[in-house]
Nanobody
Framework: QVQLVESGGALVQPGGSLRLSCDAS????????MAWYRQVQGKEREMVAT??????????NYADSVKGRFTISRDNAKNTMYLQMNDLKPDDTAVYYC?????????WGQGTQVTVSS
């Protein structure tokens, strides 16, 4: 079955960096569009970044709030997606989720906590 496992979340100081990973299994990873979302308790889950499948040349898209600071990427040989987060701000504090769109069906990981605080 489809499995998405996020890792890399941590407590980091403002201005710091983190790299999140999403290890995928149970489907043809290169054919799926992927995304990172985040959610603060009590608020709606919001899109952070998306990356297209190999068919769409892995095109990327970012929320305005993270443009220039975050970079989404994928390694189809390793079935892994990444989110490099630089210049982190307290407002980036959230649970970060990996999402896969497989034949128009969304699948989610369990999330990883990112806390930005001094």
């Amino acid at each position: 079955q489809v499995q998405l496992v996020e890792s890399g979340g941590a407590l980091v100081q403002p201005g710091g960096s983190l790299r999140l990973s999403c290890d995928a299994s149970g489907f043809t990873f290169s054919s799926a569009s992927m995304a990172w979302y985040r959610q603060v308790q009590g608020k709606e889950r919001e899109m952070v970044a998306t990356i297209g499948s190999v068919v769409f040349e892995s095109r990327t898209n970012y929320a305005d709030s993270v443009k220039g600071r975050f970079t989404i990427s994928r390694d189809n040989a390793k079935n892994t997606m990444y989110l490099q987060m630089n210049d982190l701000k307290p407002d980036d504090t959230a649970v970060y989720y990996c999402k896969a769109n497989i034949r128009l069906t969304p699948y989610w990981g369990q999330g990883t906590q990112v806390t930005v605080s001094s």
